[in-house]
């Protein structure tokens, strides 16, 4: 028969209910940001800001944007590996998303003044 002291079992639950906890924890003590953090703009820095986002899942929303264009809609973030519609839900009021910028309008081409003869 295995025998543990008591004790040591006790310590043990404790330590592994601490390490259970200590994420929301961290979770709790975050700030959200004043101000709609645009998702076609922000470095990982601000987009660590948002609640349930972390330095990893910031990196993949900046990665996201790099690869694959703009956001268009809050909503794209669902195809980010580790945001699921309770992350989404608990991000979308601090979030935004900017519109494209203005297509240039390329220049006419203007043909030389006619010689005068």
Not at 5 to 32: C, E, M, Q, W, Y
């Amino acid at each position: 028969m295995n025998f543990i002291p008591i004790r040591s079992r006790s310590v043990t639950i404790l330590l592994a209910l601490a390490l259970a906890f200590l994420p929301l924890a961290a979770h709790a003590d975050k700030n959200p940001p004043s101000k709609p953090i645009d998702l076609n703009l922000a470095n990982v820095k601000e987009l660590q800001e948002l609640p349930g986002v972390g330095p990893v899942t910031a990196q993949r929303i900046v990665d996201m944007r790099q690869k694959s264009g703009r956001f268009h809609r809050v909503e794209d973030l669902l195809a980010i590996r580790g945001i699921s519609q309770k992350k989404l839900d608990a991000m979308r009021p601090y979030v935004t998303v900017s519109a494209p910028p203005p297509a240039a309008i390329p220049a006419q081409k203007t043909s030389p003044p006619a010689k005068k003869q």
